[in-house]
């Protein structure tokens, strides 16, 4: 961050049916029924312009309208339960929309129930601009349960230096979108455990230079878009109904991948698809160290397609796989451009040394 963090400005906990909203002193600053107006036009609304300020919240609260967060502030969510009874398809939390800049904002810890009514427990949107240097943007060390959407949208294409790091997400259906979105660049998301009820997408990382590692997929695949991307250290349980990773765009890297099959029957999907994108092309990847396999340490009856296959040749090649293991597919991987590789691999029942 750019500039240090102050001693907590603001506590917000529940007493009885109102919400009282204390300052560092313990002096009373508003007692409201409401927690939207607690959080907003008193808490938020003393946050200063230089530093970061912290609030924290404290106990089981219930979320009447959208949190607007402004910037230079650290919400502090740690041991607090909330819960959303917001009506009308908003999120838990925005960016504070006269910001035309997205500063140093820290949002850390907390129990983030939507309660099927929310949209998103975090929405950032084009418009709101984070800046460069070291205004970061950080979401960290939070649970979310049953968005209607998303549980995280960063919708900020071009913008930089968004860091998600320790994010649960359970949901008891899929959601009208992926889990996660991240539509960014320079940006990390590193230890999320996600569990969808059904086989959707669970996160979409479009943009340049974005690092996703250190996660656990219990449903749905992954879409990688664009350019310079690393993937790693995952591992993934699907049903097939869709290709593990979709892969779009140049210079990507996914390493380190675990992707297993589950369900009924086999799949025509393969673990991992290369795109035939047009801008970028789907070139220059590479993918190494990943396995796809069966459920139940490879007894399970569903198998995946096979472990790579590229779309068409005129925007697919040069693409490098190597030292993955694919034996556990119905087929060998398929590659449409002419200098696509795989080597040093187990690819269907063959162990591949070199092209």
Request: contains cysteine.
């Amino acid at each position: 961050m750019s500039e240090h963090i102050k001693p907590f400005k603001y506590i917000i906990n529940k007493v009885g049916s109102y919400y009282h909203v204390r300052d560092s002193n313990g002096i009373l600053k508003l007692s409201t029924s409401s927690f939207g107006t607690a959080i907003n036009d008193e808490a938020f609304a003393g946050i200063g312009t230089s530093g970061i300020e912290e609030i924290k919240l404290v106990g089981v609260l219930t979320l009447d309208e959208v949190m607007l967060i402004p910037n230079h502030c650290l919400l502090n969510a740690n041991g607090a339960k909330i819960t959303s009874s917001i009506s009308g398809g908003d999120s838990m939390i925005e960016a504070e929309s006269s910001a035309s800049y997205l500063l140093d904002i820290i949002i850390d810890g907390g129990i983030w129930d939507c309660n099927n009514n929310a949209t998103e427990a975090v929405k950032f949107v084009n418009g709101e601009n984070c800046v460069y240097n070291d205004h970061k943007i950080e979401l960290r060390n939070m649970h979310i349960f049953d968005p209607t959407t998303r549980a995280i949208d960063i919708n900020c294409i071009y913008q930089q230096r968004f860091n998600i790091n320790n994010i649960d997400v359970t949901t008891a259906v899929h959601m009208a979108n992926e889990s996660i979105r991240l539509n960014a660049s320079d940006s990390t998301m590193h230890g999320l455990n996600i569990t969808e009820g059904s086989d959707g997408m669970c996160m979409v990382i479009r943009g340049a230079a974005n690092e996703v590692s250190n996660f656990n997929i219990n449903g749905g695949c992954i879409l990688i878009d664009w350019h310079d991307n690393v993937l790693s250290n995952g591992w993934m349980d699907s049903n097939g109904a869709q290709n593990a990773i979709q892969l779009a765009g140049g210079g990507n890297v996914i390493s380190n991948i675990h992707m297993r099959i589950n369900g009924d029957g086999n799949t025509s999907n393969s673990a991992i698809y290369i795109w035939d994108a047009s801008s970028p092309y789907s070139v220059n990847n590479v993918i190494n160290g990943c396995y796809a396999g069966r459920s139940t340490g490879g007894s399970g009856t569903s198998r995946w397609s096979r472990g790579v296959a590229e779309g068409a040749s005129a925007t697919t090649d040069r693409n490098l796989v190597i030292g993955c293991n694919f034996y556990d597919c119905l087929a060998v991987s398929s590659f449409a451009g002419a200098n696509s590789k795989i080597v040093m691999s187990w690819d269907y029942t063959s162990f591949v040394t070199h092209a």
